[in-house]
């Protein structure tokens, strides 16, 4: 067979044929071969609290320039985890695969979540599998849930930011939300523009050694940074200015948003991290971005500034400081710009 039929859902001999034939063959780490109904995970010595999150992945089309819905789902995970400060270390995964979705476009999934979870050093331990009729699923859906260890008084959170705090973000806006508009309205640029979807665990723990009082980590995925910073603002009680010339951001990116009436602050990224670190760790957080392949990009982009009575600035919020030299309040999504973005 070289379609899904329902039967590879069942529980039967299709579904056992599926799990060792694709699963166990792309992916399959010592635990998941167990065969067992839940993985055993060894908690590795001097952990101190345990980070975990899930997340499902509906992006259409399923396969995009720089990635597929499989990649997206292990490092959109990994990522989560790493904002936390923890070390990724396992992942379930969960395909909601519909009636007819093709053998091989899954095998090919598969292969993209190995590639991935190899780059991070993570293990996929468990999963789970169900087919639902032709027409009702939209070939697949991945729902993926990580866990990783944390050491000792590690606690990041957005309620961390304080005044005076230096805002960076690890490479350019909108590569991810734009690639995938691209696809579906057959936009073509000059250039091949592709989603930035990566693993940036490793990124994270390079900056949290050179940067040991980081306050915050976060992925600007749907809402993209306008929302993050936001989400930070409201946490911590401040406000926070970007300096619009120093976000970085693609000729092609730019174009598009110009084009498609997007404000890039507010495009989904996939693969870039916002950090707030203290002033004078600034620059050596910087400096282990940017030694990371995926933060070669990397900008200081703002700083977090307290509430100001005087001048009426009572409410957290964000500014966008304009090459006009003027400010603009950078506020979140209102509605949905892009939907199945991932």
Same mark, same amino acid.
């Given at each position: 067979?070289?379609?899904?039929?329902?039967?590879?859902?069942?529980?039967?001999?299709?579904?056992?044929?599926?799990?060792?034939?694709?699963?166990?063959?792309?992916?399959?780490?010592?635990?998941?071969?167990?065969?067992?109904?839940?993985?055993?995970?060894?908690?590795?010595?001097?952990?101190?609290?345990?980070?975990?999150?899930?997340?499902?992945?509906?992006?259409?089309?399923?396969?995009?320039?720089?990635?597929?819905?499989?990649?997206?789902?292990?490092?959109?995970?990994?990522?989560?985890?790493?904002?936390?400060?923890?070390?990724?270390?396992?992942?379930?995964?969960?395909?909601?695969? *519909? +009636?007819?979705?093709? =053998?091989? /476009?899954?095998? &090919?999934?598969?292969?993209? %979540?190995?590639?991935?979870?190899?780059?991070?050093?993570?293990?996929?331990?468990?999963?789970?599998?169900?087919?639902?009729?032709?027409?009702?699923?939209?070939?697949?859906?991945?729902?993926?849930?990580?866990?990783?260890?944390?050491?000792?008084?590690?606690?990041?959170?957005?309620?961390?930011?304080?005044?005076?705090?230096?805002?960076?973000?690890?490479?350019?806006?909108?590569?991810?939300?734009?690639?995938?508009?691209?696809?579906?309205?057959?936009?073509?640029?000059?250039?091949?523009?592709?989603?930035?979807?990566?693993?940036?665990?490793?990124?994270?723990?390079?900056?949290?050694?050179?940067?040991?009082?980081?306050?915050?980590?976060?992925?600007?995925?749907?809402?993209?940074?306008?929302?993050?910073?936001?989400?930070?603002?409201?946490?911590?009680?401040?406000?926070?200015?970007?300096? *619009? +010339?120093?976000?970085? =951001?693609? /000729?092609?990116? &730019?174009?598009?948003?110009? %084009?498609?009436?997007?404000?890039?602050?507010?495009?989904?990224?996939?693969?870039?991290?916002?950090?707030?670190?203290?002033?004078?760790?600034?620059?050596?957080?910087?400096?282990?971005?940017?030694?990371?392949?995926?933060?070669?990009?990397?900008?200081?982009?703002?700083?977090?500034?307290?509430?100001?009575?005087?001048?009426?600035?009572?409410?957290?919020?964000?500014?966008?400081?304009?090459?006009?030299?003027?400010?603009?309040?950078?506020?979140?999504?209102?509605?949905?710009?892009?939907?199945?973005?991932?």
């Amino acid at each position: 067979m070289d379609k899904i039929l329902l039967a590879h859902g069942s529980g039967g001999i299709q579904m056992r044929d599926l799990i060792e034939q694709v699963f166990y063959d792309t992916y399959g780490s010592d635990l998941l071969k167990r065969g067992d109904d839940a993985a055993v995970l060894p908690l590795p010595p001097h952990a101190a609290n345990l980070a975990f999150t899930t997340d499902t992945f509906v992006v259409t089309p399923h396969f995009f320039p720089g990635g597929d819905i499989g990649r997206l789902a292990v490092c959109g995970t990994v990522n989560d985890i790493a904002t936390s400060g923890a070390k990724p270390l396992w992942l379930s995964v969960a395909f909601t695969l *519909e +009636e007819g979705f093709a =053998l091989d /476009d899954l095998r &090919r999934i598969c292969t993209s %979540m190995a590639e991935a979870a190899r780059e991070a050093d993570v293990l996929i331990v468990t999963g789970d599998t169900k087919v639902v009729n032709r027409g009702q699923g939209d070939g697949i859906y991945i729902t993926t849930s990580g866990v990783g260890v944390l050491t000792p008084n590690v606690q990041l959170s957005g309620e961390n930011c304080q005044p005076g705090d230096a805002i960076l973000l690890s490479g350019t806006l909108g590569d991810h939300g734009i690639a995938i508009v691209s696809c579906r309205e057959g936009l073509s640029f000059t250039t091949t523009l592709e989603s930035d979807a990566a693993p940036l665990n490793h990124l994270v723990a390079a900056v949290l050694e050179a940067a040991p009082n980081a306050r915050c980590f976060r992925d600007p995925t749907r809402g993209g940074l306008a929302s993050t910073l936001n989400e930070f603002a409201r946490q911590s009680n401040t406000i926070l200015e970007v300096d *619009e +010339e120093a976000v970085p =951001l693609k /000729d092609q990116v &730019r174009g598009a948003c110009d %084009m498609l009436g997007y404000d890039v602050f507010q495009v989904a990224n996939e693969g870039k991290m916002v950090c707030v670190v203290p002033a004078k760790e600034a620059q050596a957080a910087l400096a282990a971005m940017r030694q990371s392949p995926y933060g070669q990009d990397a900008a200081l982009i703002g700083e977090v500034c307290a509430l100001d009575a005087a001048s009426g600035d009572t409410n957290p919020r964000v500014y966008l400081r304009t090459a006009f030299g003027s400010k603009r309040i950078l506020d979140m999504l209102v509605g949905e710009q892009l939907p199945r973005i991932c």
